[in-house]
């Protein structure tokens, strides 16, 4: 229920906030613990290609870069790409390194 009402408003809020890459890979968790992995990539990549929220708001460092790569490469796992999950997690594991 506490997942379905989390969707229900990141749905609400994320045209309003566009540019807040924290709730696209929130709604992406909340997804994927739904069993929506499909859709929960497919916010993943959407927040990969934002990249970080802008500073003006409060926000995650890595929610649309490392972060959001960790959890699709377990979407990946998941699926049964081992490869891709490989990639996307030494992808991950750099960005991570940049960011500190």
Do not use: K
């Not at 540019?19 to 909340?30: E, F, G, I, K, P």
């Not at 497919?42 to 995650?60: H, K, M, N, S, T």
């Not at 081992?82 to 991570?96: F, G």
């Amino acid at each position: 229920r506490r997942d379905e009402d989390e969707l229900r408003l990141l749905d609400q809020w994320i045209p309003v906030y566009d540019d807040y890459t924290d709730l696209r890979y929130l709604r992406a968790m909340a997804r994927a613990r739904q069993g929506q992995v499909i859709q929960a990539a497919a916010d993943l990549v959407q927040a990969i290609a934002q990249g970080d929220a802008p500073v003006r708001y409060e926000r995650w460092v890595g929610a649309g870069s490392f972060l959001a790569l960790e959890a699709l490469a377990r979407i990946n796992r998941l699926l049964g790409r081992e490869e891709d999950a490989r990639t996307l997690e030494e992808v991950a594991r750099r960005r991570r390194e940049e960011a500190a």
